[in-house]
């Protein structure tokens, strides 16, 4: 069965979902938005399956803000950050899979910090 979000929005300073099957989720949105899946955040696999990853982009606070989410093709949602940034597509099946299973990230301060002119 394909569980879907019966409700997704933010609360806080986390991403609450109750799914299909009735069972709730809750992820902080630092962790959504360190895991966006889009090119520009997780990089590229080449032809021989290189991983070519983009410079790191400084986050900000604005990065862990959402603005608004939006549904797409019912599998997936995007969504739009304070920031700027709304490329990467988040599957329903990954955000359920982050909930039942927090992957281990680093801590925030541990993030490379803005270089100082
Ligand atoms: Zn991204």
Avoid: N
């Amino acid at each position: 069965m394909v569980l879907v979000p019966k409700t997704l929005q933010v609360l806080g300073e986390e991403l609450a979902i109750v799914w299909s099957d009735g069972t709730e989720g809750y992820l902080p949105l630092t962790t959504v938005r360190r895991l966006c899946p889009c090119a520009g955040c997780a990089g590229e696999r080449d032809l021989l399956g290189r991983l070519a990853r983009p410079p790191e982009k400084p986050l900000t606070t604005e990065s862990f803000r959402v603005v608004s989410t939006s549904p797409v093709g019912g599998y997936a949602v995007q969504i739009f950050w304070a920031d700027g940034h709304s490329d990467g597509l988040f599957p329903y099946a990954k955000l359920r899979e982050w909930s039942d299973h927090p992957p281990d990230l680093p801590p925030i301060k541990a993030l490379p910090l803005l270089p100082t002119r």
